[in-house]
């Protein structure tokens, strides 16, 4: 059966109505007419799973991926970029309840500082759309840019001259498991880490990647598809360096950093402009993305992170940057005296806030609080109770994750007078 594609779901999947169902068609674009062949029905909705465009809509662009439309990462490289931010307005808009603005990523390719490539029995590359097991060979990623080209074919060399097995998810059996690329996109230093099974590397390994600034050898001993493990060698150095504006950061393969290194500049600015007075607690702080950024400009900054490597590696880089940032192993639900900072920064996870915050925010009341948050549901969640004593003074969306549905939202609250 054919239909034209009216619109994009938030998922950023077309529909199409016909005969009087709706089916959300992936990777169409408003204007295109398909031919739904299979579909299979998931939370209420007919998702299709096998269709033809039959005639593609003229507000298509080019996709620059040659594997887009099959690999799980992008969906939306077909769609011009000034729709894809009003996609992620409108869904910003609808959790929040109120016009939200986004702001481009300053760049849509290469603009990705890490990418996680499996490698499979079923390829070496990303997950096939739609599967957990499978994956589409790639020969590189252009979201990441020019160097995962360098880096896949020195590992297709290393593995044609040593035939390592590759992991079979199934199975659980095979050797090489993943190959994660990160890249300090202004500092120009790369770092490569090789996820295995328990097993032997040749030494001549890092003989092949002898351009990169850091090579890893990490041991995944779980049947977990989780692309770390335990650290069990390293040639070159530790970590490798990005900088955002002013700031220089270290990057390890056992933390996290922003993936968008253009759009983070963007990120942590926007929170410098929104924060006030001088006191500022960074919860959630991580590495310290936006507590080292503060300080450097004159804030008093006290970052409070459940995970002791991430507060290890805030301290490092609070010393790299010269700025004294205390940085400590906390709970966001036992944070105390709220009210004696001048704004506090929250950076959940995708879950949001724990609710015993929320309360704790509501009782002892901080004049400001900053809420960066990349999930707009539980983002939407937590507003809604903290509406109660606060309002709204910005609310903002960054594009931090071209060509998918993601987006990073801002807001600045004022406790009501
Ligand atoms: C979205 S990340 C933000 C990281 C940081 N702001 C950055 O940009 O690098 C969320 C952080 O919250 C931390 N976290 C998760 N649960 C927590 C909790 N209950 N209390 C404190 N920190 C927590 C995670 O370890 C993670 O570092």
Known sequence: MRGIVEKLDLDGMGIVKVENR??????????????????????????????????????????????????????????????????????????????VEVLPSPRIYGHRNRIDVVLSTGGIGFRRRGTWWDAVDIEWCPVFGESSKKVLKSL??????????????????????YIVIRE???????????????????????????????????????????????????????????????????????????????????????????????????????????????????FSVEGVEINPFAVEMARKNADLNGVDAVFRVGEDRDVENLATYDTIVLDPPRAGLHPKLVRKILKEQPKTVVYVSCNPATLGGNLKKLLEKYEVETALGLDMFPHTLHVEAILKLNLKV
């Open 22 to 99: 709706e089916f959300h068609v992936p990777f169409t674009a408003p204007g295109d007419e398909v031919e739904v062949k299979k579909w299979r029905r998931k939370k209420r909705r007919l998702i299709v799973t096998d269709f033809e465009v039959v005639e593609e809509s003229d507000i298509r662009v080019p996709p620059e991926c040659p594997y887009f439309g099959r690999c799980g990462g992008c969906a939306l490289q077909h769609i011009p970029y000034s729709e894809q931010l009003r996609l992620k307005s409108e869904k910003l808009s609808k959790y929040l309840d109120m016009e």
């Open 156 to 177: 297709r060399e290393f593995m044609g001259d040593f035939k390592p097995s590759l992991y079979n998810i199934r199975e659980n059996s095979g050797f090489l498991r």
């Open 184 to 298: 300090g996109k202004f500092m120009g230093e790369l770092m490569v880490n090789l996820v295995t099974s328990e097993g032997q590397l040749p030494e001549e390994f890092p003989d092949y990647f002898d351009y990169a600034t850091s090579i890893y050898w990490s041991v995944n001993r779980t049947k977990s598809d989780v692309s770390y493990g335990d650290i069990e060698r390293f040639w070159g150095s530790e970590f490798i360096r990005e900088r955002l504006d002013d700031v220089v950061y270290l990057i390890h393969p056992n933390s996290f950093f922003q993936t968008n290194s253009y759009g983070a500049v963007n990120l942590v600015k926007k929170v410098a402009e929104l924060v006030e007075g001088e006191r500022i607690l960074d919860l959630y702080s991580g590495v310290g993305t936006f507590g080292i950024y503060l300080a450097k400009r004159g």
